[in-house]
Nanobody
Framework: HVQLVESGGGSVQAGGSLRLSCSAS????????MGWFRQGPGKEREEVAT???????NVADSVKDRFILGKDNAKKSLYLQMRSLKIEDTGTYYC????????????????WGQGTQVTVS
């Protein structure tokens, strides 16, 4: 049973920073991809950043100069460090996981956390 629990959302002014964390039961298991997705008000859910079992990280062009995806091995969690936040970054951020085949993520991601709200004003 895959469990994903996000934390770290909140309200911040434009230009500020936030760090999201995801505690995952599949963390570093060598078989699952993990990532962050978001859904803004009135928008479809979009992929923000993912990491595959080999450690390859993919970050959306819209955030790659501002967001960093990483692993906190001590806490067994995936984090998303967000800086220079913009109003358009507002939304619910979801931690997600997916199986992999030969190191490639099986899409769509099918395990989801409950989401954490990020509001930029």
């Amino acid at each position: 049973h895959v469990q994903l629990v996000e934390s770290g959302g909140g309200s911040v002014q434009a230009g500020g920073s936030l760090r999201l964390s995801c505690s995952a039961s599949v963390f570093n298991d060598g078989a699952h991809c993990m990532g962050w997705f978001r859904q803004g008000p009135g928008k479809e859910r979009e992929e923000v950043a993912t990491i595959d079992p080999h450690g390859f990280i993919n970050v959306a062009d819209s955030v790659k100069d501002r967001f960093i995806l990483g692993k906190d091995n001590a806490k067994k969690s995936l984090y998303l460090q967000m800086r220079s936040l913009k109003i358009e970054d507002t939304g619910t951020y979801y931690c997600a996981a997916a199986g992999s085949h030969l190191g490639t993520c099986i899409r769509p991601f099918n395990y989801w956390g409950q989401g954490t709200q990020v509001t930029v004003s």
